[in-house]
């Protein structure tokens, strides 16, 4: 049974910083592209990074580039959303997403961990 785990969301102010991870079981980690998407209430669900299953190659959305860092652990089977500078536009409930190397629709999903930036 592949599990994907969430968790370092919470509530912090403008300007500062989490630290999100998701624990993967189930699955052999390293045939998996990982990605982090969130989604904002009344918004739909957006791809904020995603890592390839070596490591080498890493995407990020735009309005989240240069803040925001992502990585991962294939022995430790975890991948890491490092966000800083954290801005009001940045709440929303962040989910990691695993997607096979060459089975596209091979996908799984976390529950989420929410995000609220806030004074």
């Known amino acids: 049974q592949v599990q994907l785990v969430e968790s370092g969301g919470g509530l912090v102010q403008p300007g500062g910083s989490l630290r999100l991870s998701c624990v993967a079981s189930g699955l052999t980690f390293s045939s998996y592209v990982m990605s982090w998407y969130r989604q904002a209430p009344g918004m739909e669900r957006e791809l904020v990074a995603d890592?390839?299953?070596?490591?080498?190659?890493?995407n990020y959305a735009s309005s989240v580039k240069g803040r925001f860092t992502i990585s991962r652990d294939n022995v430790r089977k975890t991948v890491t959303l490092q966000m800083n500078n954290l801005e009001a536009e940045d709440t929303a409930v962040y989910y990691c997403m695993a997607r096979h190397i060459r089975v596209n629709s091979n996908q799984y999903w976390g529950k989420g961990t929410l995000v609220t930036v806030s004074s």
């Open positions: 890592v390839s299953s070596t490591g080498g190659s890493i």
